[in-house]
């Protein structure tokens, strides 16, 4: 059996990447990785706060490997916290050189992570790739994923949807424009129950706020 590393986002193409590779019999994830802007102490892309992530990963039952990156940092920062955390990862697990990533559609972003990890002597997986995204939302929800938007890019879909469950009434109110995952950076998921849980995650919504006057986040906390 091989083990892998999966590339954790806190979002559902991750969520429902774990799911998927549990149920081959081929393959082990031993552990996730997570890349954190640390002047804000949350994921990166996604905001997600930190213990909101330390929670998933406890919920999903495996240790997190955390890339630190700063706020703005370039291509060569971002590279070097990549490399380092491959580099505990491989410490841990020392026979790990594969990294699975929950990419759906986009080419170019893949050959991008399959280049980055092969400069450092990893491949990559990427079991959701060329899933036809909309019957992968259905599936996901019938499956019992439960996620909510954390980001939306208002140039691509109306605030409002800041912070809405990822429901078969989102997918329908979703305009005919945006992908139903969300491949074309429409919005972000912050998942929060699920067959890759073994409890769920309580979070209550916050405040939205609109940052770079483009990106309306919704802060979820931890309940309690």
Not at 28 to 47: E, F, K, N, P, Q
Not at 135 to 155: E, F, H, P
Not at 183 to 210: D, I, K, R, S, W
Request: charged share 25%; net charge negative; proline share 4%.
């Amino acid at each position: 059996m091989k083990d892998l590393l999966l590339a954790w986002s806190g979002g559902k193409d991750a969520a429902w990447t774990l799911h998927t590779l549990r149920q081959r019999d081929d393959v082990r994830v031993v552990g996730l990785l997570t890349t954190v802007t640390v002047d804000y102490d949350r994921i990166a892309m996604h905001g997600i706060r930190r213990d909101v992530l330390h929670t998933q990963a406890r919920a999903a039952g495996l240790p997190l490997i955390e890339s630190p990156i700063r706020t703005g940092c370039d291509n060569a920062a971002y590279e070097d916290a990549f490399s380092d955390a491959l580099q505990r990862a491989r410490a841990r697990w020392p026979e790990l050189d594969t990294v699975a990533f929950g990419d759906l559609q986009l080419a170019d972003v893949r050959a991008w992570r399959e280049a980055l990890c092969d400069r450092h002597g990893w491949s990559i997986e990427t079991p959701l790739f060329g899933r036809d995204t909309a019957a992968l939302a259905r599936g996901m929800i019938a499956g019992g994923l439960q996620t909510r938007l954390c980001c939306v890019d208002t140039t691509q879909l109306d605030a409002r949807f800041a912070g809405q469950a990822f429901d078969h009434e989102l997918l329908d109110a979703l305009p005919a424009a945006c992908d139903p995952c969300g491949e074309n950076g429409e919005f972000h998921t912050l998942v929060h129950a699920g067959p890759m849980f073994e409890q769920p995650v309580n979070v209550v919504p916050g405040e939205t706020v609109l940052r770079d006057g483009r990106f309306a986040f919704t802060d979820f906390k931890l309940a309690g």
